[in-house]
């Protein structure tokens, strides 16, 4: 019986480790950029204002998003090419750790313009497949206009929970008093 539990057990183990994917991290040069971001959306917008930018991203991910941060690229100056796979490229963000971070680009292929992405693993390098989905027209464009990196904005208080804060801190004091 003992021996039967074993063997299970075994193949079991083998079975599960056989299934599992290794997580691979990418560099550049000596550095680890992680692996390859999320691409979450892309659209073509005809204004490439900030505000309407962050209009469509909070479109997309929520009304909470703020955007962090703005650079400005010149003919994709900033994207370095991982040691590991020449289709896949990392930028390292100028803001800090930007949760998702949409790419600008000229018109491409596909007609889209905007490129939005999920920053997953190390939240200081954005890491993008040109190969993934709609995201390999990006592969034959001349320039990269612009990176915006975007989180989540600071959380507003409801007026419930101020409600219940100050009762509380009324009741504290009231409490202190009586014990005095």
Avoid at 30 to 39: K, L, M, N, P
Avoid at 45 to 66: A, P, Y
Wanted: net charge negative.
């Amino acid at each position: 019986m003992r021996k039967c539990i074993l063997i299970s057990a075994s193949i079991f183990l083998c079975v599960l480790l056989a299934g599992a994917n290794p997580a691979w991290s990418l560099t550049v040069g000596s550095i680890d950029v992680g692996e390859v971001d999320t691409w979450l959306a892309s659209t073509r917008l005809g204004n490439s204002g900030e505000d309407t930018e962050l209009q469509w991203v909070r479109s997309v991910l929520g009304s909470d998003i703020v955007l962090q941060e703005r650079t400005e690229t010149e003919e994709g100056a900033g994207w370095l090419r991982t040691n590991e796979d020449s289709r896949v490229y990392a930028f390292d963000f100028v803001g800090d750790n930007p949760e998702y971070f949409l790419v600008k680009t000229g018109a491409t292929s596909s007609g889209n313009t905007h490129f939005l992405f999920e920053n997953v693993q190390n939240f200081s390098w954005g890491v993008i497949d040109l190969d993934l989905n709609d995201i390999e027209s990006i592969k034959n464009v001349g320039k990269l206009s612009h990176i915006g990196e975007y989180g989540a904005g600071a959380p507003v208080p409801e007026p419930a929970t101020l409600v219940l804060l100050g009762s509380g801190l009324l009741g504290l004091a009231g409490f202190r008093r009586k014990a005095k």
